[in-house]
T-cell receptor, first 114, second 114 residues
Framework: AQSVTQLGSHVSVSEGALVLLRCNYS??????LFWYVQYPNQGLQLLLK??????LVKGINGFEAEFKKSETSFHLTKPSAHMSDAAEYFC????????????FGKGTTLSVSS | KAGVTQTPRYLIKTRGQQVTLSCSPI?????VSWYQQTPGQGLQFLFE???????NKGNFPGRFSGRQFSNSRSEMNVSTLELGDSALYLC?????????????FGSGTRLTVV
């Protein structure tokens, strides 16, 4: 069965600092992996996705993530945090077969201080 | 290009009642999935519809049902509401059942059961 673990339910950084949000997955088949962001009272916005092509994936708003099969990880990074990055971030996996059922991690709330 | 539209945005119902939520996908998208988001359980997959047929179902009781119309619009219904059904219900659409395209989420319907 597939699963996603996000380490750290809450991460705090200063504006301009590196953002690192951790995601580890478990999958018996090659996974497709996603990062979504959710702002208060809104739906989920896709930041980036890994679909078995390049292992380093660049997304919107300066975010990127690297797929590491040996570590079963897909951590999200951004070199310099902005106040507007404060939100909740979700990592998700879907097995490499037909169907659109996303399995989400519990989420990480990112706080950015000035 | 219009996004995924969910109506209504907010809903208050009484325990024991039933409720119907609506989702209009992005034009040209034929796959619609539904998710329940609660503080305790996080984001959980409810079901997926494609070409008016349910293709995938999550682990929810039969009180939760849905359907999809020929124009790809989808509705989900919850009968005999329980307090625990209070949640944000999110709809996601995709071009088809391939995971290559990712999924676009609506802003959700917040259901409160009293």
């Amino acid at each position: 069965a597939q699963s996603v673990t996000q380490l750290g339910s809450h991460v705090s950084v200063s504006e301009g600092a590196l953002v690192l949000l951790r995601c580890n997955y478990s999958s018996s088949v090659p996974p497709y992996l996603f990062w979504y962001v959710q702002y208060p009272n809104q739906g989920l916005q896709l930041l980036l996705k890994y679909t078995s092509a390049a292992t380093l994936v660049k997304g919107i708003n300066g975010f990127e993530a690297e797929f590491k099969k040996s570590e079963t990880s897909f951590h999200l990074t951004k070199p310099s945090a902005h106040m507007s990055d404060a939100a909740e971030y979700f990592c998700a996996v879907t097995p490499n077969q037909a169907g659109t059922a996303l399995i989400f991690g519990k989420g990480t709330t990112l706080s950015v201080s000035s | 290009k219009a996004g995924v539209t969910q109506t209504p945005r907010y809903l208050i119902k009484t325990r024991g009642q039933q409720v119907t939520l609506s989702c209009s996908p992005i034009s040209g998208h034929r796959s619609v999935s539904w998710y329940q988001q609660t503080p305790g359980q996080g984001l959980q997959f409810l079901f997926e519809y494609f070409s008016e047929t349910q293709r995938n179902k999550g682990n929810f009781p039969g009180r939760f049902s849905g359907r999809q119309f020929s124009n790809s619009r989808s509705e989900m219904n919850v009968s005999t509401l329980e307090l625990g059904d209070s949640a944000l219900y999110l709809c996601a659409s995709s071009i088809d059942r391939s995971r290559n395209y990712g999924y676009t989420f609506g802003s959700g319907t917040r259901l409160t059961v009293v």
